[in-house]
């Protein structure tokens, strides 16, 4: 971590433990803390925790004897986050809501938040090594934020982490991990869609056009997932493959890359964000958790240096990195 001594850093509190350790480290390292919980928007009716989260985040600001405050970050949440989501969803195509939240919402709303009481930068509980890596929703944030973003945790494993809450005697040292979707608690982007969406059955073909059973809605399913057919002709696994919307039709296999799917050597990408300079040899990650595939960048294309294990998905994102730094991504367009 950076010589932080004397500086005024916001750290992001999200009522989580990552965060809170983030927090704790910064005051041990010297610093001027001030604890900020970035409120977001939320769907009617639908269970948030976000008032629970906001006294966590007051909790771990108590027993830090640092000062309080609320980011309310809703209009813009509501913008790149959800109407963004539905957006895509509604074209068969694949968002990745995490990505567009950091660079609006964390790194945009709170970022202006902060300068504009005069933070010297922000913090957050972001990891960015190790097993729980999370610089692949991190390519799109602009890149002179990102130099005034310390990452306190980001070079640390959870366990350590954890270890550290304990130390520290964080409040939220035990707590759980989230796993919905940003800023919605508990609330799965599954749960969330079936909401927005309902359920409209139909047809769900391999990849000669012959029935094998059928889904419960295309608009609720994603390129490469594994998906539970309805009255399947076999048991499966089966993994979807394509999408026609204006059918409402699924293409299914029981692998991620059929056999009879070519042999895919290239992705078409969008809208880069550009961190650092791309040598002619890097790897990308086009799945969170998936493998990092070698290759290289020509203009608006990545070409691999072998097969593609699985099909690119419309609308995810596609991350490069230099060794182990993050360096860019982009949209994927096909």
């Given at each position: 971590?950076?010589?932080?001594?004397?500086?005024?850093?916001?750290?992001?509190?999200?009522?989580?433990?990552?965060?809170?350790?983030?927090?704790?480290?910064?005051?041990?390292?010297?610093?001027?803390?001030?604890?900020?919980?970035?409120?977001?928007?939320?769907?009617?009716?639908?269970?948030?925790?976000?008032?629970?989260?906001?006294?966590?985040?007051?909790?771990?600001?108590?027993?830090?004897?640092i000062p309080f405050r609320t980011c309310d970050a809703s209009v813009e949440y509501k913008k790149?986050?959800?109407?963004?989501?539905?957006?895509?969803?509604?074209?068969?195509?694949?968002?990745?809501?995490?990505?567009?939240?950091?660079?609006?919402?964390?790194?945009?709303?709170?970022?202006?938040?902060?300068?504009?009481?005069?933070?010297?930068?922000?913090?957050?509980?972001?990891?960015r090594r190790g097993e729980k890596d999370q610089s692949y929703f991190l390519w799109a944030v602009?890149?002179?934020?990102?130099?005034?973003?310390?990452?306190?945790?980001?070079?640390?494993?959870?366990?350590?982490?954890?270890?550290?809450?304990?130390?520290?005697?964080?409040?939220?040292?035990?707590?759980?991990?989230?796993?919905?979707?940003?800023?919605?608690?508990?609330?799965?982007?599954?749960?969330?869609?079936?909401?927005?969406?309902?359920?409209?059955?139909?047809?769900?073909?391999?990849?000669?056009?012959?029935?094998?059973?059928?889904?419960?809605?295309?608009?609720?399913?994603?390129?490469?997932?594994?998906?539970?057919?309805?009255?399947?002709?076999?048991?499966?696994?089966?993994?979807?493959?394509?999408?026609?919307?204006?059918?409402?039709?699924?293409?299914?296999?029981?692998?991620?890359?059929?056999?009879?799917?070519?042999?895919?050597?290239?992705?078409?990408?969008?809208?880069?964000?550009?961190?650092?300079?791309?040598?002619?040899?890097?790897?990308?990650?086009?799945?969170?958790?998936?493998?990092?595939?070698?290759?290289?960048?020509?203009?608006?294309?990545?070409?691999?240096?072998?097969?593609?294990?699985?099909?690119?998905?419309?609308?995810?994102?596609?991350?490069?990195?230099?060794?182990?730094?993050?360096?860019?991504?982009?949209?994927?367009?096909?």
């Open positions: 971590m950076q010589d932080v001594q004397g500086k005024t850093i916001y750290v992001g509190l999200s009522g989580g433990v990552d965060s809170a350790v983030s927090a704790a480290l910064l005051i041990q390292a010297g610093a001027k803390v001030t604890g900020v919980f970035i409120k977001g928007w939320y769907p009617p009716e639908m269970p948030c925790t976000w008032a629970a989260e906001r006294r966590d985040a007051m909790r771990v600001a108590a027993r830090l004897h790149s986050v959800i109407d963004y989501l539905l957006a895509e969803y509604r074209l068969g195509r694949t968002p990745n809501p995490d990505v567009m939240c950091n660079r609006d919402v964390k790194f945009g709303a709170f970022y202006r938040f902060a300068k504009a009481a005069g933070a010297d930068a922000i913090a957050t509980g972001h990891y602009p890149k002179g934020v990102l130099a005034n973003t310390i990452f306190p945790v980001g070079h640390l494993e959870k366990s350590e982490v954890r270890a550290l809450a304990k130390r520290f005697h964080i409040p939220v040292a035990e707590k759980k991990d989230s796993q919905g979707v940003c800023f919605l608690g508990s609330v799965s982007i599954e749960e969330f869609l079936r909401r927005e969406f309902g359920e409209t059955p139909g047809p769900a073909t391999d990849a000669e056009g012959a029935l094998v059973g059928q889904h419960d809605g295309v608009l609720l399913h994603t390129i490469g997932e594994r998906v539970a057919l309805r009255n399947p002709r076999e048991t499966g696994p089966w993994f979807v493959t394509g999408k026609e919307v204006a059918k409402n039709e699924l293409r299914v296999s029981t692998t991620r890359l059929p056999s009879s799917a070519p042999d895919h050597q290239s992705i078409l990408f969008t809208t880069p964000n550009w961190l650092g300079t791309p040598s002619q040899t890097l790897s990308v990650q086009y799945r969170y958790r998936g493998p990092r595939i070698q290759g290289r960048v020509e203009g608006d294309h990545f070409i691999s240096g072998e097969p593609l294990p699985e099909i690119p998905a419309p609308g995810q994102s596609i991350v490069f990195y230099q060794s182990d730094e993050l360096i860019g991504g982009g949209i994927i367009a096909v």
